[in-house]
């Protein structure tokens, strides 16, 4: 045995053939992250180890973040099992070699977001989105440094690099590439044509809401919404929680641009 640790995630709503799982079970050893992974490969819960290890794509994957205990920085690698994964890179092909270069393997840390609500703190790798559950357009006031901005649109979207090529990118936004330290502005449908997309060096936004609009709503890495009803703003500042990935060799983003978007062929 190698020695070091690795916990399982699966996407429960899939099904997976996983005999390269057992056949590397025999050299490598396995637990899963929690009840759900259990009851598919059957192996134990443990809490801590050296290194996840996710199967499914890229929700599979945000699920997991906004599970684990950011503070224990447990890294992880993502086997792209998904259809239009950007996050999950990795591949069953490849995951024998990774396993046997662990740790020394190629590896970026993402700083995340953190979104401030009344007194909830939450997190996000992709992007925090405000909207309403209605089709009415309204004015949303957005706040960077000193300046002021009043954007009539369906919502708007704060996303990270990475959240790029998600709902920022079907709404028109920019691609930029994964890693890039940065903050993108995404108004959902805005009125003004003018009222374009921005890219922008990380600092703290303020989001603020009229309290006679309701139905307002904020999403998180498209994780269950959360109703602003009462509430008058929302502040997004770069956190210092971060999210350690690995590879096993070193991610080509224009490649996963061609294969997932078409982009350029």
Request: proline residues 6%; contains cysteine.
């Amino acid at each position: 045995m190698s020695g070091y640790n690795f916990l399982i995630k699966i996407n429960p709503k899939k099904q997976y053939n996983l005999d390269f799982l057992y056949q590397l079970n025999k050299k490598y050893t396995f637990f899963s992250i929690d009840e759900e992974t259990k009851l598919i490969t059957g192996f134990p819960i443990k809490e801590d180890a050296d290194a996840i290890i996710t199967l499914g794509g890229d929700g599979t994957l945000l699920k997991l973040i906004h599970d684990i205990d950011l503070e224990k920085h447990i890294p992880i690698y993502a086997l792209d099992l998904g259809r239009l994964s950007f996050l999950s890179t990795g591949s069953i092909d490849e995951l024998e070699n990774f396993l046997a270069k662990f740790p020394y393997v190629y590896s970026e840390k993402v700083n995340l977001f953190e979104v401030m609500t009344l007194d909830k703190v939450k997190y996000a790798l992709n992007e925090i989105i405000f909207s309403r559950s209605d089709p009415l357009m309204i004015p949303w006031l957005i706040k960077i440094d000193d300046t002021s901005f009043k954007v009539f649109s369906d919502g708007i979207i704060i996303s990270t690099s990475i959240g790029s090529t998600a709902y920022s990118y079907s709404a028109g936004g920019p691609i930029v590439e994964h890693f890039f330290d940065c903050m993108i502005i995404t108004p959902i449908s805005a009125r003004d044509p003018r009222c374009k997309p921005i890219v922008l060096k990380k600092r703290p936004i303020k989001i603020e809401f009229d309290p006679k609009y309701t139905s307002l709503y904020y999403s998180v890495d498209g994780q269950p919404i959360s109703f602003l009803n009462g509430i008058e703003n929302s502040i997004i500042t770069p956190s210092s929680k971060y999210i350690t990935f690995l590879f096993g060799k070193k991610p080509s983003f224009f490649k996963k641009l061609r294969e997932k978007l078409n982009w350029g062929t």
